[in-house]
């Protein structure tokens, strides 16, 4: 190594410890690990990116992407006919059920239906005989009860029905005895042959000598026609007789004082003490008031008293 060279090179070592160590050029130093001569300094190396830490892979599935809905196909059905009217049901053909009994029936089976409804709470009376306003109330309080047809009247169904439901009355069910209690009778009642009428518990009895033969329940005229009180004898005896003054039937009258009598009343046995009688007796029990007549004989004696 020559000794100029030595001295470049000396010189080139002191000028980096000069410089921080950052590259110059100098003049007439050539180095052969350099390139070749630069004609300007180099520029400072570019500063690395600021590091940010890298999220952490995400575990969710990718999204889909959306896609619009598809359009639905054209219909190739045909448009459906407008709809047919639904027929109306026709009227039911069956005939109805015969009427067995009606407002206006009496007799044995009246009196039998009267017993049966009033076994399961739907009459509140002595059976009567006589199918009235109250028995018709009754009926068709059953009827609706048992979701029939609420007439009023008993028919075949009805019939049938209410026989399922009850037992054969028995006489005293048929028959019963007075419903309200017999008064004390009169002292004039005790001797003969008397019918003793008392206004205090409204009822008759059939004495014979002192003994009650049979009894039953009278209502007597309202305080604008009022039956007549005192001691009377039986003058007239008419089983069909119809009133000319009211014109409305007297079955079975016994007159005593005038125009009033001891008759069988269908209004009384129909609506009970809710009405009153022009001034006669009623009694609304019809089987016994027909026996009664049958043994009271004209000049018996009649006996009205409180």
């Not at 008392?198 to 009022?226: H, N």
């Amino acid at each position: 190594m020559t000794r100029g060279r030595v001295t470049a090179v000396s010189v080139l070592a002191v000028a980096a410890l000069a410089t921080g160590c950052q590259p110059v050029t100098v003049e007439g130093a050539p180095d052969a690990r350099t390139p070749a001569r630069a004609t300007q300094a180099a520029a400072p190396p570019a500063p690395a990116p600021p590091t940010t830490e890298a999220p952490p892979p995400s575990t969710a599935p990718p999204a889909r992407p959306e896609t619009a809905a598809p359009e639905p196909a054209p219909s190739t059905a045909r448009p459906s006919a407008e709809p047919k009217p639904v027929p109306k049901p026709e009227p039911s053909t069956a005939p109805p059920p015969r009427v067995l009994m009606r407002t206006g029936s009496e007799g044995g089976q009246v009196r039998e239906l009267q017993a049966r409804l009033r076994q399961i709470g739907h009459f509140g009376r002595t059976p009567t005989g006589y199918y009235g306003s109250v028995t018709a109330a009754a009926v068709r309080s059953f009827q609706t009860k048992r979701e029939l047809a609420a007439t009023g009247s008993t028919d075949a169904v009805t019939w049938q029905r209410l026989r399922a439901m009850t037992r054969t009355p028995t006489a005293t069910e048929l028959d019963p005895p007075t419903q309200r209690p017999v008064a004390a009778p009169d002292e004039r009642c005790l001797t003969g042959r008397v019918l003793c009428i008392s206004k205090k518990s409204r009822t008759l009895a059939w004495m014979i000598d002192g003994k009650v033969v049979s009894a039953m329940d009278v209502r007597f005229g309202s305080e604008y026609t009022p039956t007549r009180e005192g001691e009377f004898s039986v003058f007239w005896k008419s089983r069909d007789h119809v009133s000319t003054l009211y014109d409305t039937p007297m079955p079975y009258a016994l007159f005593f004082s005038g125009g009033q009598a001891v008759h069988y009343s269908a209004d009384f046995a129909a609506n009970g003490y809710g009405g009153a009688s022009h001034g006669c007796v009623n009694v609304r029990d019809k089987k016994k008031v027909a026996a009664l007549f049958d043994q009271v004989k004209d000049g018996d004696k009649v006996v009205v008293y409180w």
